[in-house]
């Protein structure tokens, strides 16, 4: 995949767009596969997974690298849904620091074709779903880029709640991470 960025970075009229193979636009909400290692059969993803033995891998939407500061989502509401900077009461939204680092402290992005239900009240938070993708929290020693998709194993999960919605953050690690054998 590859990505296309229009606009001025820290601007409201930041937009990254996904391409596919061919260079043709694509919704990285809807047309990556959520399984690693699909292939996509006549622009259709493919619902088969990947596995490192036991473990399924699934692919993930970077929207936030590591050590960077600008709160990054997919605009679910916006034609091919590209990565856009939040904005909430008019400003665009940054995350605090965490001394002695900044920025967000492991890639955060979403895992593609997820989606938390905002009519459905979850049993364990007794919440409904926040309306976007399902968040993931790469814990990998690599700084990823905006865009980027990267294949990760997931090795637990959150259930936060967010202005009374459930918001799940599932902790991966990228396969490609000289850790990522070790860690289960």
């Given at each position: 995949?590859?990505?296309?960025?229009?606009?001025?970075?820290?601007?409201?009229?930041?937009?990254?767009?996904?391409?596919?193979?061919?260079?043709?636009?694509?919704?990285?909400?809807?047309?990556?596969?959520?399984?690693?290692?699909?292939?996509?059969?006549?622009?259709?993803p493919?619902?088969?997974?990947?596995?490192?033995?036991?473990?399924?891998?699934?692919?993930?939407?970077?929207?936030?690298?590591?050590w960077?500061?600008a709160?990054?989502?997919?605009?679910?509401?916006?034609?091919?849904?590209?990565?856009?900077?939040?904005?909430?009461?008019?400003?665009?939204?940054?995350v605090?620091?965490?001394?002695?680092?900044?920025?967000?402290?492991?890639?955060y992005?979403?895992?593609?074709?997820?989606?938390?239900?905002?009519?459905?009240?979850?049993?364990?938070?007794?919440?409904?779903?926040?309306?976007?993708?399902?968040?993931?929290?790469?814990?990998?020693?690599?700084?990823?880029s905006?865009?980027?998709?990267?294949?990760?194993?997931?090795?637990g999960?959150?259930?936060?709640?967010?202005?009374?919605?459930t918001?799940?953050?599932?902790?991966?690690?990228?396969v490609d991470?000289?850790?990522a054998?070790?860690?289960?």
């Open positions: 995949y590859g990505t296309e960025q229009r606009g001025r970075s820290n601007s409201p009229d930041y937009r990254l767009y996904f391409k596919n193979a061919d260079g043709k636009y694509i919704s990285p909400f809807h047309d990556i596969p959520l399984f690693a290692g699909s292939k996509e059969d006549k622009e259709i493919a619902k088969r997974s990947k596995t490192t033995g036991s473990e399924i891998l699934f692919n993930m939407i970077v929207e936030v690298p590591r960077t500061n709160k990054m989502e997919i605009a679910t509401k916006e034609p091919l849904n590209p990565i856009k900077q939040d904005i909430k009461k008019g400003k665009l939204r940054y605090a620091n965490i001394f002695p680092h900044k920025g967000y402290i492991w890639n992005g979403a895992l593609p074709q997820t989606w938390e239900d905002p009519n459905h009240t979850d049993d364990i938070t007794g919440c409904c779903g926040d309306n976007d993708p399902i968040d993931v929290c790469e814990i990998g020693s690599k700084i990823r905006s865009g980027e998709i990267v294949q990760v194993k997931v090795l999960v959150l259930a936060l709640v967010d202005e009374g919605e918001d799940w953050k599932i902790i991966a690690i990228s991470d000289p850790e054998q070790k860690i289960h």
